[in-house]
C-alpha cells in the first residue's frame, strides 16, 4: 500500500462542566480527555504510514502541520462542531484532502465540509475507505450500520500523546446500552446489544498505559459499563489482580445505570479494582418523565438509596440531570434540588432536554411538528423543540436548579457529606498514592491561592477547609481534589446564569445557517422552522 502522512486533529472544545477547564491549571494539566476515536483509528492504519497527532486543546495547528500531510483527519462531538469545522476549511483552503469520521459527522452528514466521510464504525467502514483509496477511487461517503465485534479493535495509538497533560487518560470496554432512552443515540450509534471487549484486551490496554508511564486517572468511557454484567465480572477477574499487582496505579472512573446499585458483588468487584467514581444517568425524580423517556430501569428502584449504597463501597457518584420534559410541572425545578441535596452528589451536571438526530425524541419531535433547529451540543445552552412548558418558565426554574446546587456553600456542603461517607475500601489511598505528597502540597497552595485569596467565594472556601481539616485530616486528598473541581463548576455556573439573561429557552441552530449539515433533507426542516416561526409570530 502507498505510503502516506496523514495528521490527525482533535478539534477544540467548548467550555463546558464537562471540560473542567476552570479547574485543570490547579491541576497542572492542560485540557481532560485525549481523543480516544482518532488515536484507536489510526491503530488501524497501516504500520509504515507517518501518523501525527495535534490537539487544538493543548496546542496550536499550523500551516506547517497541515502542509507536512497528504491528509487530515479529524472527528468528534457536537461540542467540537466550531473548531471541526473551522479545520476542515482551513485544511481545504491550503490544498489537503480531509476525512471525517465520529459522533457527529455519522449524525449530520456534513458532506459540504469534508473530502470524505467515513461514519458509523471504523471497524466495518475503514477498510474499504482504505481498499477504495489505494485504487484511485475513493466514495466521498462510507457508512454501515453493522455493528462491530470489537475484539478484534487493536489497541490506540496512546504513544501518539503527551499522557502527562490530560486530567484524564480513556479507553474503551464495550459499546452500546440495553436500555432504551428516548433522548439517547447511544442505541443508534451502537445498538441495544452490548459489545466487549475481551478481559485480555482491556488489561492489555492498561498495560499500554502503564509502559508510557501513565499514572493517575483513568476513564473507562463506555456509554453503560455493565450493560453486559456477567462480561463485566469476567474481565474484573483478570483486571482486579493486575491492578494488585502494580500497586493500583490508576484511579478508575466509568459511567452506569444505577441498577448497578442492585449488585453487591458487581460493587465489590469494581471497588477491588480501583473503581472510585461512577457517573449515572438519573435524569430526573419524576416518575412520569423517566416512562415518558422510557428510562424504566431508574422508575424501579429508590434513587436517593441506591446513590448512598454505592457511596458505601467508597465510590463517589456524579449524577445527570435534565428538565424540560413534556410530563414536567413546576415542581420539577425544586424536586431536582431537593434530590441532588439529600443524594449529596457534589458533580450534578443538570441540562435542558435537547433533541438531536437519530434519537427516537427526534423522530417524535418532527412527527409533531415541534423542532426548531439544530442543537448546538452545548446542553446547558437552551433547547431545540417547542416545550410544553413555556419557555421563560423553563430558563427561569432551570437557572434556579443552577444558582442553587452550585451556590459555594450548598457545593461545598455537599462534598463534606461525602468526604463524611468515604470508607477505607481496603487498598492504599488512590489519591495519595497517584499524586505524592509534593503534588498534594503543590496543589493546596494553588488552591488556597486561587480559591481563598482571589476567588468570590473565599468565605465559603475557608469555611470548608476548616472542617476538612478539623473534622477529616485522613480524608482531606479527597476533600482537596473535590474542592479543586468545584471552582471549575463555580466559576461555570457564574458564565451561564450571566449568559442565560440575555436568552431564552429555545436556542435552535436553523438548517440554513448551514452550521450543522444533516442527512435529513434541509428543506423538510426548513418548512419545521418556518411553520414554527410563524406560530410565534402570531401568539
Not at 457527529?104 to 464504525?121: F, I, M, S
Not at 451502537?190 to 499500554?208: D, L, M
Not at 455537599?414 to 477505607?424: E, G, H, I, M, P
Request: hydrophobic share 40%.
Amino acid at each position: 500500500m502507498k505510503h502516506r502522512k496523514i495528521l490527525f486533529v482533535q478539534p477544540e472544545h467548548t467550555t463546558s462542566y464537562w471540560g473542567f477547564q476552570y479547574s485543570l491549571r490547579l491541576y497542572g494539566k492542560k485540557t481532560m480527555h485525549p481523543p480516544l476515536g482518532l488515536i484507536t483509528v489510526a491503530a488501524m492504519l497501516p504500520k509504515h504510514w507517518d501518523l501525527r497527532l495535534i490537539d487544538c486543546n493543548i496546542e496550536t495547528l499550523t500551516d506547517e502541520d497541515v502542509l507536512w500531510a497528504d491528509m487530515v483527519w479529524t472527528g468528534g462531538m457536537g461540542t467540537q462542531v466550531k473548531s471541526m469545522y473551522a479545520v476542515l476549511d482551513r485544511c481545504r483552503a491550503l490544498g489537503r484532502k480531509t476525512v471525517i469520521g465520529g459522533p457527529h459527522a455519522t449524525g449530520h452528514k456534513p458532506v459540504d465540509r469534508a473530502d470524505y466521510l467515513v461514519l458509523n464504525e471504523a471497524e466495518v467502514t475503514l477498510q474499504p475507505f482504505l481498499d477504495d483509496l489505494e485504487k484511485g477511487c475513493p466514495k466521498q461517503v462510507y457508512e454501515d450500520a453493522t455493528k462491530p465485534d470489537v475484539t478484534s479493535t487493536p489497541v490506540p495509538r496512546f504513544d501518539l500523546l503527551n499522557v502527562n497533560a490530560y486530567g484524564v487518560m480513556d479507553i474503551q470496554y464495550s459499546r452500546g446500552c440495553p436500555f432504551n432512552c428516548e433522548f439517547c443515540d447511544i442505541i443508534a450509534l451502537y445498538g441495544r446489544v452490548p459489545r466487549t471487549k475481551t478481559p485480555a484486551q482491556t488489561v492489555a490496554e492498561f498495560q499500554a498505559l502503564y509502559d508510557l508511564g501513565y499514572r493517575g486517572a483513568l476513564f473507562l468511557v463506555d456509554d453503560n459499563f455493565i450493560g453486559n454484567k456477567k462480561s463485566v465480572k469476567d474481565m474484573l477477574e483478570l483486571l482486579t489482580p493486575w491492578m494488585q499487582k502494580h500497586e493500583y496505579p490508576f484511579f478508575l472512573t466509568t459511567e452506569a445505570s444505577i441498577n448497578l446499585a442492585d449488585d453487591d458483588g458487581l460493587l465489590e468487584a469494581m471497588r477491588l479494582s480501583g473503581f472510585k467514581r461512577v457517573f449515572l444517568g438519573i435524569e430526573t425524580p419524576s416518575m412520569e418523565a423517566l416512562k415518558e423517556t422510557q428510562k424504566f430501569q431508574n422508575t424501579k428502584r429508590e434513587m436517593v438509596e441506591s446513590v448512598h449504597h454505592m457511596q458505601s463501597f467508597g465510590i463517589e457518584c456524579m449524577g445527570g440531570f435534565i428538565v424540560g420534559f413534556d410530563s414536567d410541572e413546576a415542581n420539577i425545578f425544586d424536586r431536582q434540588i431537593q434530590f441532588i441535596t439529600q443524594a449529596e452528589l457534589p458533580w450534578a451536571m443538570v441540562g435542558i432536554l435537547a433533541a438531536i438526530p437519530l434519537t427516537q425524541l427526534w423522530d417524535r419531535l418532527q412527527r409533531e411538528d415541534r423542532l426548531l433547529g439544530y442543537h448546538s451540543g452545548d446542553q446547558f445552552g437552551g433547547t431545540n423543540f417547542k416545550t410544553k412548558m413555556a419557555p421563560d418558565e423553563l430558563m427561569d426554574g432551570y437557572k434556579k436548579i443552577l444558582r442553587t446546587i452550585y451556590e459555594p456553600r450548598s457545593y461545598f456542603d455537599r462534598v463534606l457529606a461525602v468526604v463524611k461517607r468515604q470508607v477505607d475500601v481496603g487498598y492504599p489511598n488512590l489519591h495519595k498514592k497517584l499524586t505524592g505528597f509534593a503534588k498534594i502540597g503543590a496543589a493546596t497552595i494553588v488552591s488556597m491561592v486561587i480559591q481563598g485569596v482571589f476567588s468570590s467565594y473565599r468565605r465559603e472556601y475557608w469555611r470548608f477547609m476548616y472542617q476538612l481539616l478539623t473534622q477529616y485530616r485522613k480524608k482531606y486528598v479527597v476533600g482537596l481534589m473535590n474542592s479543586i473541581v468545584g471552582h471549575h463548576f463555580i466559576k461555570y455556573t457564574d458564565k451561564i446564569l450571566k449568559e442565560a439573561e440575555q436568552r431564552t429557552a429555545y436556542a435552535p441552530i436553523k438548517p440554513i445557517d448551514r452550521q450543522h449539515p444533516t442527512y435529513k433533507e434541509v428543506a423538510a426542516l426548513t418548512k419545521i422552522v418556518k411553520s414554527a416561526a410563524a406560530a410565534s409570530s402570531h401568539s
